[in-house]
């Protein structure tokens, strides 16, 4: 397998797209830490994967929170011993325009998906120098470009591109790599509660997949093989990249 006697570490990985990525990890043969705010969710993502034969613990972590995130380091390394991969996931998404954005919302977003991408990798890199390991952090197709009243959440996954690519030149010579992957819609997590957010989700659901050019939103398994690839030996010579998986979206057409 791929990822046979690695360690991963995926923050929110207690839903949407962290879980797919949680389980997809463990088909692949690594050991994988679950890590998320909310400690049920994290517990239901492991007993997925032990009901696989894969394997995976669960560890309840704020990555806005420095103490909280030593913590999952520590735990991590006594565990497993080591870290072959971080997949910065977690984030949080305020759907509101810069008008109707609070301080307090503004903060919150800016602090776990960006702050959280920077304090679990400073952290984990002193290990992550040690086994010459990768990171993954979660960006947005909205890193590139906007959609109305969710001015916080691009701002956010515009500066998560920018820190990967900084990361790389920084941290390439120690042998770690850093990428960044920009999923469109998926159906799974944050676009779930949109879709739920409206009227009509399935409706919504249905509109947003004309926006793709493959005429249908992603699946999370789909993100999670392409965060198995930059965290695998196949990608040894891919760094500082933005890998774009959406489908072709805003190039939707209705078809002839």
Known sequence: MKLQDRS??????????GRACAIEFAKAGASVVV???????????????????GKAFACQADVSNPASVASLVETTIK????IDALI???????NKTIADTSFEEWNKQMSVNVGGAFLCSKLFLPHLKTSKGSIVNMSSVNGFFVEPSCAGYCATKAAIIGLTKAMAIDHGHEG???????PGYIDAGLA???FQSQANPAQARAEAGKLHALWRIGRP???AQVAIFLASDDASFVTGSAY??????GSGLPPK
Not at 88 to 94: D, G, P
């Open 35 to 53: 890590a998320d705010i909310d400690l049920n969710a994290a517990e239901e993502t492991v007993k997925k994967i032990n009901a696989s034969g």
């Open 221 to 223: 398994e789909e993100v």
């Open 244 to 249: 774009v998986v959406d489908g072709g979206f």
């Open 176 to 182: 770690i790599r850093v990428n960044c992957i920009c």
């Open 192 to 194: 779930e509660g949109y």
């Open 88 to 94: 910065n996931n977690a984030a949080i998404q305020i």
């Open 8 to 17: 991963v570490v995926i923050t929110g990985s207690g839903s949407g797209i």
């Open 79 to 82: 565990r497993f011993s080591k």
